[in-house]
């Protein structure tokens, strides 16, 4: 078996390189940015779990798909704020991925605040940005987008850095009461990837 770990410490360079190449060498991630593209919404990122996901996989020799039940897609609109302004976007997606093979789910990031609070009990922060939303995941590594510019380049956004996720470490990031989906997510996680190691909410 490969060492997992084999980029666990390098620099920051180096992580963006080796998740670059794991990005770019993935059908599936490939296909859902192309089709990003094609949608062309607004600040569109494809972040969190099909992302890490694909590389524990890849580290671990996994088969490509193992672990990941969805793929989360979002934008930022804050011109139309309506549920149905969403709904037809989302209708749009449901097209345009019909052929992925796992469900692709969209989402506005400018209507996060409004139906947040309801859903988990918690305030939470008006974006002003998709990039905005890695900030306030309830695990920092989790923390991670990409898309593919017009140019051809891979955009990685990573506000705590990718060393959590070659060090196949999840770790709490206490900006919100989330110490449930953290510990609730980490252990979901750890069943499919044993390597992983949790670091616990803090007190």
Sequence with gaps: ???HLRFSGASAQAQQD????IIRNSPL???VLRGMQALALPDMLLGSGAIYN????????RAPL??????????????D???EAEDAAIQRAAEQFADVPIPVELRNQARVHIWFPQKFGTPYPQLRSSVDMLSYFASRTHAVAVRL?????LGIFAPFGLDDIFSF???PNPALDNAATHTAKAARAKAVWPELTVVPWPD
């Design 1 to 3: 078996m490969a060492d």
């Design 18 to 21: 080796a998740l670059e190449a």
């Design 29 to 31: 991630l490939m296909d």
């Design 54 to 61: 694909s590389v524990w996989n890849v580290l671990t020799e």
């Design 66 to 79: 193992t672990g990941i039940k969805d793929a989360d897609v979002v934008y930022f609109d804050d011109s």
């Design 81 to 83: 704020l309506s549920y």
């Design 149 to 153: 510019e017009a140019d051809g380049q």
């Design 169 to 171: 470490r999840i770790t």
